[in-house]
């Protein structure tokens, strides 16, 4: 949360120059709380796994958040109940008469198809034009991030020789952004992916920021100049063995999949990796929560 100071403190000025959100009593005294509303498209094939994954994110904060999940009507999941879906998801039929402050779109194991070949593709950009009128802030993940890419700035994938999967070293470009607010200079971040996206199309683009890359210079984490779409082309939200369970299930599958790399002690596959990525995970969520979504969005939606 932000810190509530008096505006005649002289501090309040210095911290405002260093980038620390402050709020003066004049506008605290102006707000009322409510909760937030956040919508989830879940688009993993394992739909409890990820929904854990992320309200133990969303969970973290001193927020009130009420979920929704949202599953596509276009496609028809299987590797989850009906009586799951049916019990805790809504389609975009139901939810788009209402107003979210916030929106996630996650990840989907369908990088070797073309965006407009996807089942769903015309549902997802449904849901997206949507979103650019009734959501504050959308927050995509990996192939998510690269849809939004594609859709909104027209930036293109591209696929890999090989699949990019393990721990990487990323680095922050400015520390002053309040997405990365507490961020070390050098993080750790999991990736599982068989594309990427241009970096050159996003650096190119005036309407997209670049606030971090991986260690190999491919682009981690992008911002729209207003805030409304953020991607993440990796998955913060992994938890310590996800990597270790997809590895074994390619190997199952017959698919030749190198061991993730910097994940395994001393490339054990028997070792317990560690979860070195946790605390960013947390401080990734917190911030997008507060600072683009509960300082942003209207008490009021109407």
């Known amino acids: 949360m932000p810190i ?114 996807v089942a769903y593709w015309d549902e997802l950009t449904e849901i997206m034009d949507w979103a650019a009128a009734n959501v504050t802030s959308t927050l995509h993940i990996c192939w998510g991030a690269q849809a939004g890419l594609y859709y909104h700035y027209g930036v293109e994938k591209y696929d890999l020789p090989e699949k990019y999967f393990g721990i990487y070293e990323h680095q922050i470009f400015d520390q002053t952004i309040k997405l990365v607010r507490g961020f070390d200079d050098i993080f750790h971040a999991p990736h599982s992916r068989y594309t990427s996206v241009s970096r050159e199309g996003i650096e190119a683009n005036p309407n997209l920021k670049l606030l971090s890359v991986s260690e190999h210079g491919a682009p981690f984490m992008v911002m729209s100049n207003d805030a409304k779409n953020i991607m993440v082309t990796g998955h913060m939200e992994y938890d310590a063995t996800t990597l270790a369970e ?21 490339d054990d596959a028997d070792a317990q990796p560690p979860h070195r990525w946790r605390s960013h995970s947390h401080l990734l969520f917190s911030n997008w929560l507060n600072y683009y979504v509960y300082q942003e969005t209207p008490f009021e939606w109407d």
């Open 246 to 266: 997809e590895f074994e299930r390619d190997h199952n599958k017959g698919v030749e999949t190198n061991m993730p790399e910097n994940y395994f002690p001393n």
């Open 4 to 117: 509530n100071v008096s505006k005649e403190l002289p501090a309040s000025d210095a911290l405002k120059q260093e980038k620390i959100f402050v709020m003066d009593e004049d506008r605290a005294k102006t707000q009322d709380i409510r909760p937030l509303n956040i919508l989830i498209l879940n688009l993993m094939p394992e739909k409890e796994r990820t929904e854990l994954q992320l309200l133990r994110l969303l969970g973290n904060t001193p927020l009130q958040v009420n979920i929704n999940f949202l599953r596509t009507a276009t496609h028809k999941p299987t590797h989850v109940s009906p009586h799951h879906l049916e019990n805790f998801y809504t389609t975009f039929y139901e939810a788009k008469n209402r107003r979210f402050d916030g929106l996630i779109i996650t990840g989907a194991p369908i990088e070797h198809l073309a965006f407009e070949d």
